[in-house]
């Protein structure tokens, strides 16, 4: 109750002073308001509530100061308590400081050192009175202290609170060492920077280190590029992929181009070589052995390296891969090295086999003998099963030649004489050959014969050949004089050596009178510029001729003659002209009269193709009119159910018509040899799918089943012509169906018995074909008697076209047939060994009874056509052709006159033209239209003509006009040319 006592003497002068304040307030208050006699007893307990008043009112107030001291207690203690901690903290810190391992040092803002410890002076090599002289600047290699200030600089600025970075310091004996230093702000208890404080751990000895390994690296990378070799890591876990610098160039690349991953390496693989290198590292990953395969790579600029690849796999403790590393070496000059020096001992081992030489060696000391594969052979023993030894040798050589044989070889080891020498040898079977052998010994310092090398050759050829050689020249001086060639031998100045007895009566001279004679005397002088010619050609080529010219007889007449030569030496070494001479009197008669019969047949062939050009001309002019009014019914209304009949047969007949006459247009372009073919990989699925299609209206017609299996076409390509291969397989199937009975069959199968080759066979099951008409199938015009005792319509020539196509496209066609079973008629072409072709048909399917005419009026309402039309008939047709179609604005023509007058005075959207009409046909009509166009993109012209050769087309188009219709035509192929030229 210390706070108590103290206050105790206040609190009994606090509450006297209270009753009496009371008591003299309440005497007061009583006077004031009138009341004199109040008496001081009255206010006695006005005097004890002013003190207890007081009294509570102290008690309370000592009560708070109370517990605000308590508090104060509480806070000073722990005030101590933290400044305690802080000066132990101050205490370590300073410790750490002056007793660290690392230097350490505090910066003012200017730069200077404020405090270090001895670790920072030991490390700069400095007294601690100099280091008060000296700032970071000073000690900061000039190459780093621009980065080094900037840092510090944004510490200062309040940027960075800290960072750490290497640099150099220089020391006070100017040497350099390596510190990696950590700075952080340093503020003062108002938080405001002061400066810095720095961490530096010397890293001389790492960056020493750093620098050697660098070095070393450097230098394995030197030795690398200069030994081709590469090096690589492969983290099969994360499938982080590294190269080295070579690694990188060996492929093709600067190093680090590229990101190396597992599936770039093989990439780089050649293809043919890429499953050897994926089998190669499966099995090293399974088996955990390193593996080795070389290789061909090709590189990004597309060169192709051979290397050698080296692999090793890591596995970790639970057996499971985590990496791979290896090298690859470029091993390109080696390798070529290599195939070159097999290439030459295989050309050496097959140069003496064909060449039939073998070579030997011969140790004279140990008797060792050595030969080479061929010599065996050469003594009788192809499988090589002669055991090599000297005694075998001379075993397997002739009686008659052992002894001088081994006279050679004791003259050439003793005496030293060449040993050369030609004998026979006796073969197993008792065959006799004839060798050649030569060889030379070697001689030890001292000069003793250590050694022998030969060379032995097959040489029957040649000595069947010399004692043959005696009997040719014999043969040779009887053919000679009895050949009816004249042959001579001349100087080079013509004068005549040798000539035979032909040669002689030839030139109507006796043997001794052209023995006086030279070869000039027997030339007219016309002839001297081209024997000139002949001369030089003979100097160059030492050859001349053939050629012709004529010579003059004794009796002054001409004989025209053919001249070969060739230029020969001599045993002198004197240059000789040998000269075969050919009377040609009676080839320049039958050449006259095969150049007569040969120019009859070009006309006769001008005038077949004039005859079948006109021919078809004529009749497809009334066939136009046949065909255009048969259509124009369709479109008829009203007609009865017979007169629709009528006007369908009489398109039929008239579309059976025109087939013929193509057909027979077909043969003639044939073998006129105008077929022209676009030759291409075809797709035989595609083909056959549409040709059914085609096919099926005639065959459902005829109640004849189609059938093929989808399956054995798939992927199957031949090269051919696909209109025309089109067409061939049609005209096939409409045979099949034609010359089949009621609920038959016509089947397409497809097989591949040849190698390399396809055969597509079309089956029907109709009346079949006699071995005897089998030999007249293919002649034209030839319906082998069919017609005789059936209504089925043909000309006999399309199976003599269809196999003309086939063998035009390379192809081969042939017929199986059995009477009363039906036929096979296939055909054989190359398959192509690609299966990954994709080849889309662009043929011009007949699709014309498909198509439903539609008027074009909504498109041409506004077109002005122009129609140049000399037949009346034509004119009609076209007239309601075209209003059919929509076409309204038509002006028609009936010359070329009237049509250019036309197209000067209005404009046309298109001018539709024939060919041959009055006054001015249509192709002079082009011509002066297209002289008369001032702008490019001219008038578009398509020529309607009933001339259909394909000169005609040619022509046409060569003039000027950009498409071309042959009479008669469909008025949906006039719907198809309106719609292409003229613009929507």
């Known amino acids: ?232 890591s492969w983290d099969v876990v994360s499938g982080a992929v590294e190269w080295s610098d070579e690694t990188f160039r060996i492929y093709g690349y600067e190093p680090g181009a590229i990101a190396p991953t597992y599936e770039k390496s093989i990439e780089f693989v050649r293809p043919s070589d890429r499953d050897a290198v994926q089998l190669a590292l499966s099995e090293a990953m399974q088996t955990g052995k390193p593996y080795s395969i070389e290789h061909w790579i090709v590189r990004a600029d597309g060169e192709e390296r051979y290397i050698t690849d080296l692999g090793e796999v890591t596995f970790d403790d639970q057996g499971e891969i985590i990496r791979m590393d290896g090298t690859v070496l470029d091993i390109t000059e080696r390798k070529i090295a290599q195939d070159s020096l097999t290439i030459q001992e295989e050309r050496l081992k097959r140069g003496q086999f064909f060449a039939n030489i073998g070579t030997w060696d011969w140790n004279i000391e140990t008797g060792d003998l050595v030969w080479t594969d061929r010599i065996p052979m050469l003594f009788g023993y192809p499988d090589g099963n002669l055991e090599t030894s000297y005694e075998n040798f001379l075993a397997a050589l002739h009686p008659d030649d052992r002894e001088d044989v081994m006279e050679a070889v004791n003259r050439c080891v003793e005496k030293d004489e060449p040993y050369e020498i030609e004998h026979r040898v006796v073969w197993p079977d008792g065959t006799v050959r004839w060798l050649h052998e030569c060889g030379a010994v070697l001689r030890n310092e001292e000069g003793k014969a250590v050694q022998m090398l030969g060379v032995v050759r097959d040489i029957n050829t040649r000595k069947l050949a010399e004692s043959a050689l005696v009997e040719s020249e014999e043969k040779l001086s009887k053919l000679f004089e009895l050949s009816p060639l004249g042959i001579a031998l001349t100087d080079m100045g013509g004068k005549y050596l040798e000539f035979n007895k032909a040669f002689s009566e030839m030139c109507g001279y006796a043997a001794d009178e052209l023995a006086q004679l030279d070869y000039w005397t027997l030339t007219p002088a016309e002839y001297r510029e081209q024997e000139a010619e002949q001369l030089k050609s003979l100097l160059a080529t030492e050859r001349y001729g053939p050629y012709e010219k004529v010579l003059r007889q004794k009796n002054g007449e001409i004989v025209p003659i053919r001249l070969n030569g060739m230029l020969v030496k001599d045993s002198t070494g004197q240059s000789r002209i040998w000269s075969i001479v050919e009377n040609i009197t009676e080839d320049k008669k039958a050449q006259k009269q095969l150049e007569e019969a040969k120019l009859s047949a070009e006309r006769a062939n001008q005038a077949k193709s004039a005859f079948l050009s006109s021919m078809s001309h004529e009749l497809r002019t009334p066939l136009n009119a046949i065909l255009g009014f048969a259509q124009l019914f369709e479109f008829e209304k009203g007609l009865s159910k017979d007169q629709e009949n009528s006007a369908k047969e009489i398109y039929r007949a008239g579309e059976h018509l025109l087939s013929l006459i193509n057909e027979v247009l077909d043969l003639a372009r044939i073998e006129a040899g105008h077929v022209e073919l676009s030759m291409e990989p075809v797709d035989l699925s595609q083909i056959v799918d549409e040709c059914m299609a085609l096919m099926a209206p005639f065959a459902e017609t005829h109640e004849i089943e189609l059938g093929f299996t989808a399956s054995q076409f798939d992927n199957l390509f031949i090269e051919s012509d696909y209109t025309r291969l089109k067409q061939v397989i049609l005209n096939l199937m409409s045979n099949g169906v034609k010359y089949n009975h009621a609920k038959g069959s016509v089947r397409i199968n497809c097989t591949k018995d040849v190698p390399g080759r396809i055969r597509l066979a079309v089956v029907d099951t109709g009346m079949g074909i006699s071995e005897r008409n089998l030999k007249k199938l293919f002649q034209p015009f030839n319906r082998l008697g069919v017609e005789e005792n059936t209504d089925i319509e043909g000309t006999g020539i399309g199976l003599v076209i269809t196999k003309q196509l086939v063998d035009l496209m390379g192809g081969t066609m042939g017929v199986n047939s059995v009477i009363g079973q039906g036929s096979t008629f296939w055909l054989e072409f190359p398959l192509l060994h690609s299966t990954k072709i994709d080849k889309s048909s662009d043929s011009d399917s007949d699709s014309d009874n498909a198509v439903n005419v539609k008027p074009l009026e909504t498109l041409l309402c506004d077109a002005n056509i122009l129609v140049a039309e000399d037949n009346v008939v034509n004119q009609f047709i076209l007239k309601k052709q075209l209003k059919l179609l929509g076409c309204k604005n038509v002006t028609f023509a009936e010359n070329g006159v009237k049509a250019l007058a036309y197209w000067r005075q209005s404009s046309f959207d298109i001018l539709l033209t024939d060919i041959h009409m009055p006054l001015m046909d249509g192709y002079e009509l082009v011509e002066q239209i297209r002289e008369s166009e001032s702008t490019s993109s001219g008038l578009p012209i398509v020529a309607i003509t009933a001339s259909a050769m394909d000169t005609d087309t040619k022509r046409c188009l060569e003039n000027g006009m950009d498409d071309f219709i042959s009479k008669p035509f469909s008025i949906r192929t006039l719907q198809g040319i309106l719609e292409k030229w003229i613009p929507m």
Not at 26 to 44: E, I, T
Not at 155 to 161: D, F, N, R
Not at 179 to 202: F, K, M, P, Q, Y
């Open 1 to 232: 109750m210390v706070f108590f006592n103290k206050y105790y003497y206040f609190l009994l002068l606090f509450s006297v002073g209270g009753m009496f304040t009371g008591g003299m307030a309440y005497v007061v208050q009583g006077r004031a308001f009138g009341f004199n006699n109040v008496s001081v007893l009255a206010v006695v307990p006005e005097f004890f509530v002013g003190a207890i008043v007081a009294i509570t009112i102290l008690f309370l107030v000592l009560r708070s100061q109370s517990k605000l001291k308590e508090a104060n207690s509480r806070l000073e203690a722990e005030v101590n308590i933290q400044t305690a901690k802080i000066r132990r903290s101050e205490e370590k810190f300073r410790g750490i400081f002056n007793h660290s391992s690392s230097a350490m040092v505090t910066v003012g803002k200017t730069g200077n050192f404020v405090v270090w410890n001895e670790a920072f002076r030991e490390m700069l090599g400095y007294d601690n009175e100099e280091l008060k002289e000296l700032s970071f600047r000073d000690m900061t290699h000039p190459d780093d202290l621009e980065a080094s200030k900037n840092y510090v600089d944004k510490i200062l600025s309040g940027e960075l609170s800290t960072f750490r970075i290497e640099k150099r310091w220089i020391r006070k004996d100017k040497s350099i060492c390596w510190g990696e230093i950590s700075v952080a702000a340093l503020r003062n208890n108002d938080g405001e920077i002061i400066g810095t404080i720095a961490n530096i751990t010397n890293i001389s000895k790492h960056k020493a280190f750093e620098e050697k390994l660098q070095g070393v690296a450097t230098g394995l990378a030197n030795a690398q590029r200069r030994a081709n070799l590469g090096s690589w």
